[in-house]
């Protein structure tokens, strides 16, 4: 390229650009060598984080992590009885915010249930379990129904931003007077 013609380019890409073009800066010798930084890699995620971040949220909302590291052994029943009252409705309003359960088999408990009542989570070994007397293969065609499970049908937690640290499930806080 001739210097008039790059002149005329650097002029009015300035111009209406801002910029150099990048091969009129490396023709005229003033390309820029962009150092990229190494991006710092994103903290892998695990298993754990999901039930860090629910205990979190009983905690904030409900403050269930104080109560259960509490002793409560001072107390008597009725004091115990009306702090459970409190903390039962707000756990349970903070789990229906963000998990929404279904019982694994719709059933009356104290009832003969067949097992086909569980629809396709009949086949999963994890969403019945059999007690009492089990026949030596493990499986039975039913039997009195004595708790109905619990699935999650749909998990809502909050998306966990990159540098959030789960394992924080309370700050401390302090008071400045």
């Not at 994890?126 to 109905?148: E, Q, S, T, W, Y």
Request: glycine share 10%.
């Amino acid at each position: 390229m001739s210097r008039i013609f790059l002149a005329f380019r650097s002029f009015f890409a300035i111009l209406f650009g801002g910029s150099l073009p990048p091969d009129v800066a490396s023709k005229l010798g003033y390309a820029r060598s962009e150092v990229k930084k190494a991006a710092a890699p994103a903290k892998e995620r695990t298993p754990a984080d999901g039930a860090l971040q629910l205990a979190g949220i009983l905690q904030r909302e409900a403050r269930l992590i104080d109560f259960l590291t509490e002793d409560i052994s001072a107390y008597t029943d009725d004091q115990v009885g009306a702090a459970v009252r409190g903390l039962h409705k707000q756990c349970a309003e903070a789990l229906q915010r963000h998990v929404r359960l279904a019982p694994v088999i719709d059933g009356v408990e104290g009832t003969y249930t067949n097992t086909t009542a569980a629809g396709e989570l009949a086949k999963d070994a994890a969403a019945i379990k059999f007690v009492g007397k089990v026949p030596p293969d493990g499986r039975a065609a039913g039997g009195i129904l004595r708790h109905k499970g619990w699935r999650a049908e749909k998990v809502e937690l909050p998306r966990i931003l990159g540098g959030q640290n789960v394992a924080v499930l309370a700050p401390a806080e302090i008071e400045v007077e």
